[in-house]
């Protein structure tokens, strides 16, 4: 009684039911390539579904409908759990369908993306599991996954080393259960006794498979030898292509057309090699409710390397205390007699991609709220005016004040030399090969200037008069695409560009010339829908403030980039030398701005040169399914019995029923061979077949039918009929699924 269980136990368990769990770990590390992309709760409500797959697909066998409804509520019930999910009321009257309508569109709305993210998942390990169910399939199943892993890791700056080991791990897994599944149908005798030691076939797989992993975690990194294809085809095009982290970040490559765009526009971390061109992306980033539009603040960069610029090493940092009640700090302090106003902003970040900082007003005083995955994790930097985690975190929303320095140019103009008891050394830094010409460049052009303030006023107005604004620069102009400086290259080759060739001009003329300068990059001020509505009725020569309170909605088109100077008792103010910008900043009483000329088309459309990748996972997305759909139609296709028909039809064409006989029992010895059943050199076919028909009791009928039409073809006086081709057929087929 004991081993009849054992082996039913084994039989109905292990090799029934087991695969589906490594279906299941494909799944899981297929999904984890959304990790930027997903918010926390769709993890946790599809890792929680899975899990609900997990036991159900080993309590049911055969109740495949009980397990799918089983699944599906539980997502349900995962969804209403991990969400605020709001009850709206059943239907005024079921007979009307604008309330049956508004009914499920109410309830629908708040499930997505969740549910069809769930059930496309789902769907996704009962369709693996389905395939995976024969040799074939699985080894299809495996081969597709990994290659669909190594295909994104070249695509985008992911580690799926993990990943792709742990599919290997599962399929090889896999695999060996499938085999057992095979021996058991083959060999049922050896079965029998080998599922009394279920642990004498567990150890060696499982010993086998642990050793393979780990030679591969800890196999020494080879170089580079052959690049893949994707790298290849992006350098012959011209593109960037992104690199794993720690291994170069973004390697940049230096663009040669002049007239397509080289990215989309977006915010982007890597600006060691900045140039090239984009294309404009307007999808929305951010709606940020303020007292006074701005440009909104990310961070700065110092140490400029004659092709982009990098960030200072190892910065001071210290806790953000969440609640508004301690002032931050500045690196210097601002006089405190220097006037500042307060501008209250709150952000709701609209995409599910990680912040590496908080955007805002500069420079930030006090965060009152923030939600986010991480608010212990929220670091000032006091030196560069910079809240920013160690590890970029998702952020749903938060709330922050600045104190914005009033632009007062009378006291500007009058600020004493920076102080020495502080270090500027790292804003006037400048690399040895900066090209004597952009020096003096910078001197020609500040000569009349009789102070500091002036001088960065005068090579403002000459950048944004000087050279048009463009995202496509003609890069052919520049003589040296390799080893050029890159302000140089913009200043007295290109002369045309977009806000990083503005910027980064203006930054290194001012550092050339002794003025403290940084870089600084983040959102130039966003639209307001209502300002703009209300501008259709207002009067066209009203003057417009340009630093009007609103709720403003910031797109990736908005990535922009500036500088800031730095005056002794004002801190550090910023200068927009960009073309058709300008930055909105608090006035002293009595002053107005000058009125803002600058179309919507104008002031919104900017830049940085990186991709947002949001847009490239729709195209991988899509990708993915394609592939998906064509791999289950092939399986589909080869294992449907029409199909096969069709084939046989038409490479049988033209031979007689009896010559099809002929054919078809080479192909079941073949078949059989690969099986395993060995036949002798002394025996003939009746002989061979009789004793495979004694071995295998519950096929004997088969073997003999088998037989019996392939004599009647062979050795018959006639070319045979259909109806004797098709009972062999038939037989060789219940043959063929015996094993």
């Known amino acids: 009684m004991k081993k009849l269980w054992n082996a039913r136990f084994w039989s109905s368990f292990f090799l029934e039911r087991i695969h589906r769990l490594f279906a299941i770990v494909v799944v899981i590390q297929l999904i984890q390539c959304f990790s930027d992309s997903w918010w926390d709760e769709t993890y946790a409500i599809v890792y929680g579904m899975l899990g609900v797959a997990a036991v159900t697909e080993l309590l049911f066998t055969r109740l495949f409908g009980a397990r799918l409804l089983a699944q599906v509520v539980s997502l349900t019930g995962l969804i209403l759990w991990k969400m605020d999910v709001a009850w709206g009321g059943w239907p005024l009257s079921w007979r009307s369908w604008t309330e049956i309508e508004r009914f499920m569109t109410f309830h629908a709305d708040q499930l997505h993306p969740f549910f069809e993210l769930g059930i496309g998942t789902l769907a996704l390990v009962h369709a693996l599991s389905w395939v995976g169910s024969r040799r074939t399939g699985a080894v299809l199943v495996i081969v597709l996954s990994v290659g669909l892993m190594a295909a994104i890791d070249s695509f985008y700056p992911l580690e799926l080393w993990?990943?792709?080991?742990?599919?290997?791990?599962?399929?090889?897994?896999?695999?060996?259960?499938?085999?057992?599944?095979?021996?058991?149908?083959?060999?049922?005798?050896?079965?029998?006794?080998?599922?009394?030691?279920?642990?004498?076939?567990?150890f060696p797989a499982v010993l086998i498979i642990t050793l393979v992993l780990l030679a591969g975690i800890f196999m020494p990194r080879a170089p580079v030898i052959l690049e893949d294809p994707y790298t290849i085809w992006s350098e012959a095009q011209g593109k960037e292509v992104t690199a794993l982290p720690g291994e170069g970040g973004v390697q940049k490559i230096n663009i040669q057309s002049s007239s397509k765009g080289s990215s989309l526009s977006g915010y982007s971390r890597d600006d060691r090699k900045i140039g090239g061109s984009f294309q404009f992306d307007y999808s929305p980033v951010m709606t940020i409710t303020t007292t006074q539009a701005s440009y909104w603040r990310g961070e700065t960069k110092t140490v400029y390397n004659g092709k982009g610029w990098t960030d200072t090493k190892q910065p001071n940092l210290m806790q953000i205390p969440v609640g508004g009640q301690v002032k931050l700090p500045l690196d210097p302090k601002r006089n405190p007699e220097a006037k500042t106003k307060e501008v209250v902003q709150t952000v709701k970040i609209e995409r599910k991609d990680k912040l590496p900082v908080l955007f805002g007003a500069g420079p930030i005083s006090s965060v009152s709220e923030l939600k986010s995955d991480n608010n212990a994790g929220l670091k000032w930097n006091a030196a560069e005016a910079e809240a920013r985690w160690s590890k970029s975190s998702r952020v749903e929303s938060y709330t922050l004040v600045s104190e914005v320095t009033v632009l007062d140019e009378q006291g500007l103009r009058q600020a004493p030399a920076p102080s020495s008891e502080h270090d500027f050394s790292p804003y006037l830094q400048l690399p040895d090969s900066l090209p004597q010409r952009v020096r003096d460049l910078a001197a020609e052009k500040t000569a009349a200037a009789a102070n500091e303030y002036d001088k960065a006023k005068m090579l403002e107005e000459y950048l944004k008069t000087t050279f048009p604004y463009t995202n496509t620069p003609d890069l052919s102009k520049q003589t040296n695409r390799t080893g050029g400086d890159f302000v140089d290259s913009f200043l007295f080759e290109i002369q045309e560009g977009y806000c990083d060739y503005f910027s980064t001009s203006f930054v290194v003329m001012a550092r050339s010339i002794g003025l403290p300068t940084r870089w600084v990059k983040g959102y130039s001020t966003g639209y307001d829908p209502e300002a703009a509505e209300r501008a259709r009725f207002a009067d066209p020569f009203e003057e417009r403030d340009p630093a009007r309170p609103g709720t403003y909605t910031v797109r990736n088109a908005d990535a922009h980039s500036w500088a800031e100077v730095y005056f002794e008792g004002y801190g550090w103010i910023p200068f927009e030398p960009t073309s058709g910008f300008s930055v909105p900043q608090p006035l002293p009483e009595g002053e107005t701005a000058e009125p803002d000329t600058s179309t919507e088309a104008d002031a919104t459309p900017v830049d940085t040169e990186v991709a947002a990748n949001g847009d490239n996972w729709l195209v991988v997305g899509g990708a993915i399914g394609v592939s998906l759909v064509l791999a289950i139609a092939a399986v589909f296709v080869y294992r449907s019995r029409r199909a096969h028909l069709l084939w046989d039809r038409l490479r049988t064409r033209g031979h007689s029923p009896s010559q099809r006989v002929a054919r078809?029992?080479?192909?079941?010895?073949?078949?059989?061979?690969?099986?395993?059943?060995?036949?002798?050199?002394?025996?003939?076919?009746?002989e061979t077949f009789t004793r495979w028909g004694e071995r295998f009791g519950s096929l004997r009928p088969d073997f003999d039918g088998a037989i019996v039409s392939f004599e009647k073809a062979r050795y018959g006086q006639d070319s045979g009929d259909s109806a004797q081709f098709l009972e062999f057929a038939a037989a060789a087929e219940r043959i063929r699924k015996g094993f």
């Not at 791990?169 to 599944?181: K, N």
């Open 162 to 202: 993990h990943n792709i080991a742990w599919i290997v791990v599962a399929g090889l897994a896999w695999l060996v259960v499938l085999h057992l599944r095979q021996l058991q149908a083959r060999h049922p005798d050896s079965w029998e006794a080998l599922a009394e030691r279920p642990f004498d076939i567990a």
């Open 664 to 686: 078809e029992m080479e192909r079941l010895l073949s078949f059989l061979q690969r099986k395993g059943l060995r036949r002798e050199p002394h025996e003939t076919i009746r």
